[in-house]
């Protein structure tokens, strides 16, 4: 992976003149669904990556090449921020066969962030974030970072509720595209354990895509096997993969109806006795 990137990063122009001024094909922000909160309610807090056309970011997925996006928060005291919520990639071929899950046009992470119970009143507490993220279009790659911040205000007296803030329409918009809980038995979606792999099989699906999670148990071939067209998806863990194995990542179902998209987050573990695909 180490001789792969330094490989793509080595795309640019090595002439040893004065320094090439490129502009940046990333645009980063961050900012709160609400303006201001009482100490010991919540906010979401969304980064955003907006790309130049032709270029792509990565997702915290199994990639063959690419690094994924990455935050590191700074918070005020007291503070606590939840994980990273992923919108649904999209599978990207390089040359040579490589596979990664890719974002294009736009990212946005969303994360939930608790301001505590004892919190200053009448104060500004100040959320940093420092983002990095590795770009890259057929041709080049490149690697990025930001330093971002955004206020939120802690009001002398109690509010109503949380004061929304500008952005609180396009928050709720990046939350709704989120993808939904996987759950055991109301989407019509079955996952079955094997003893060298798992299946999704889903009754009138016109096809699937899988995009694991690294956290996952690797899989022997994504390339061949993580999309499939009709009602079955069958995915090869690699040879010896430890035990029991883990199933993580975001699960695209396509309906009947072309253009009918919906998407899941999936979280299972291996069963004591896996049953036969």
Known sequence: MTALLAFLLGFTDPTPSASPVFEDPVRASMFLEHAAVCPGEATT?????????????YYDGQNDSGMPVTVEFELPAGCKVGPLQWPAPSRHRAPGDLLDHVYETE???????QVPKDAALSKSLVVRAKVSWFVCTSEECRQGDAALAADLEVPASALPEPRRS??????????????????????????????????????????FAFFPHASATPFASLLAEGESEGERLGLSFRPKAPRPRRLAGILEVRGPVEGSV????????????PSHR
């Open 262 to 273: 919906r998407r899941f987050r999936v979280e299972r573990t291996e069963p004591a006795v």
């Open 45 to 57: 807090v969304a980064v955003v990556l907006s790309l130049e056309p032709g270029w792509h970011v």
């Open 166 to 207: 500008s952005q609180a329409e396009r928050v709720a918009r990046a939350r709704a595209a989120l993808p939904k809980p996987l759950s055991e038995s109301d989407d019509g979606i079955s996952v079955v354990w094997a003893e060298d792999g798992v299946a999704f099989v889903g009754t009138g699906v016109r096809g």
């Open 107 to 113: 990212l946005v992470l969303l994360a939930d962030l």
